[in-house]
């Protein structure tokens, strides 16, 4: 008994024409379909985690022009370099370009319309005096643009650009 091989030629024999002749026997399905889905639940995965970096990318630069649009709310002022300041330190990307400006405009329901570049010169044809405000304007991008891990499959883009606007009433 203990010197005797544990499989017999008869035994392979056996085995192989089961699985020629496809016995009923459904010993090793769970282990083809394992090897069948395994693939496809990797990409899915991988394809998630991806898409989802870029929408925490997204929101990072969107959190960046809003700290840089509430710090010129905060401080009721127009500083330039002083909001690009806020815009970098809001943000874990090393290079940001942050853009700011300051304008007169029109509230409506929906935008703001640009008037002039400062209320004085804003005529009171373009809207009445009393409804003019005095805004600014923020714009965060990051230097390099957001490289997925894989190409979306409809979209045939390499990189994609991300940036954020944010527009605050001073007065």
């Given at each position: 008994?203990?010197?005797?091989?544990?499989?017999?030629?008869?035994?392979?024999?056996?085995?192989?024409?089961?699985?020629?002749?496809?016995?009923s026997?459904?010993?090793?399905?769970?282990?083809v379909?394992?090897?069948?889905?395994?693939?496809?639940?990797?990409?899915?995965?991988?394809?998630t985690?991806?898409?989802?970096l870029?929408?925490?990318?997204?929101?990072e630069?969107q959190?960046?022009?809003?700290?840089?649009?509430?710090?010129?709310?905060?401080?009721?002022?127009?500083?330039?370099?002083?909001?690009?300041?806020?815009?970098?330190?809001?943000?874990?990307?090393?290079?940001v370009?942050?853009?700011?400006?300051?304008?007169?405009?029109?509230?409506?329901?929906?935008?703001?319309?640009?008037?002039?570049?400062?209320c004085?010169l804003?005529?009171?044809?373009?809207?009445?005096?009393?409804?003019?405000?005095?805004?600014?304007?923020v714009?965060?991008?990051?230097?390099?643009?957001?490289?997925p891990?894989?190409?979306?499959?409809?979209v045939?883009?390499?990189?994609?650009?991300?940036?954020?606007?944010?527009?605050?009433?001073?007065?």
């Amino acid at each position: 008994m203990f010197g005797q091989p544990r499989f017999s030629r008869l035994g392979m024999w056996n085995a192989v024409r089961r699985i020629v002749t496809r016995a009923s026997d459904a010993t090793g399905a769970a282990m083809v379909e394992f090897t069948l889905f395994a693939p496809m639940l990797v990409a899915m995965a991988v394809y998630t985690m991806d898409y989802g970096l870029l929408v925490f990318n997204k929101m990072e630069v969107q959190n960046a022009a809003q700290a840089g649009a509430q710090y010129a709310l905060t401080n009721n002022s127009y500083n330039s370099s002083a909001i690009t300041t806020a815009v970098t330190g809001a943000t874990r990307f090393t290079a940001v370009t942050a853009t700011s400006s300051q304008f007169c405009g029109c509230p409506a329901a929906t935008k703001v319309t640009y008037c002039a570049a400062s209320c004085d010169l804003c005529g009171t044809g373009t809207c009445p005096v009393n409804v003019q405000g005095l805004y600014v304007t923020v714009t965060a991008t990051p230097t390099t643009p957001y490289k997925p891990l894989i190409r979306y499959g409809l979209v045939n883009s390499s990189s994609y650009n991300i940036s954020a606007t944010s527009t605050v009433r001073l007065r």
